[in-house]
């Protein structure tokens, strides 16, 4: 039972590059999440989605961008990376009729140089 | 003025002992839910309990219990006999509905939680 998988786990980026950081989730769960954690910081949310097909933005939406085409996957991108996206990316899931109870992935270690 | 307040950046506890983690919230919108989460070391986290607006009982989960005070708008976390493997980082969280109807989740700093032998 896998739950929630994020790949990669680790990556290095250079200024100006674009990447994709996938999340998968195996338990049919509506809703998923993308949050961002720095140093001395919560999570804070970046985008999430409440269906396939629906996405809205969270508190940090700038520099990045997502996709819901498939209910199983949520793709976060990055068109032009910068050192200020440098952090560790959650995803999470959770299903529409216990929302409240979200599903965490290992997260992705991202460095922008 | 912060969503969420954790005022505890770090606790260091005897093993066996009962643990009250701080937080506090502020929020206008009468319909909201308070969440924690539990990070080790290894990074993942951890759903532990959570609490409604609404809920009249204090939520319980094992040796997890919220002591939820509505009026002082805070949301503890009680953790009873704690043990070596409750070290860790704790998050106190808030959902709410954010100003156009969509969700709005906000962590708090966290509080790190050393438990000693």
């Known amino acids: 039972n896998a739950g929630v998988t994020q790949t990669p786990k680790f990556r290095v980026l250079k200024t100006g590059q674009s990447m994709t950081l996938l999340c998968a989730q195996d338990m049919n769960h509506e809703y998923m999440y993308w949050y961002r954690q720095d140093p001395g910081m919560g999570l804070r949310l970046i985008h999430y989605?409440?269906?396939?097909?629906?996405?809205a933005k969270g508190e940090v939406p700038d520099g990045y961008n997502v996709s819901r085409l498939k209910k199983q996957n949520f793709l976060l991108g990055l068109e032009s990376a910068a050192p200020s996206q440098t952090s560790v990316y959650f995803c999470?899931?959770?299903?529409?009729?216990?929302?409240?109870?979200?599903?965490f992935g290992a997260g992705t270690r991202l460095s922008v140089l | 003025a912060q969503k969420i307040t954790q005022t505890q950046p770090g606790m260091f506890v005897q093993e066996k002992e009962a643990v009250t983690l701080d937080c506090t919230y502020d929020t206008s919108d009468p319909s909201y839910g308070l969440f924690w989460y539990k990070q080790p070391s290894s990074g993942e986290m951890i759903f532990l309990i959570y609490q409604g607006s609404y809920d009249q009982q204090n939520a319980t989960e094992g040796r997890y219990s919220l002591n939820f005070q509505k009026a002082r708008k805070s949301a503890n976390l009680v953790i009873s006999a704690s043990q070596l493997g409750d070290s860790a980082m704790y998050f106190c969280a808030m959902r709410e509905r954010g100003d156009f109807g969509n969700e709005k989740l906000t962590f708090g700093t966290g509080t790190r939680l050393t438990i000693i032998p």
């Open positions: 989605s409440v269906g396939e097909g629906t996405t």
């Open positions: 999470a899931s959770s299903p529409r009729l216990a929302k409240n109870i979200q599903y």
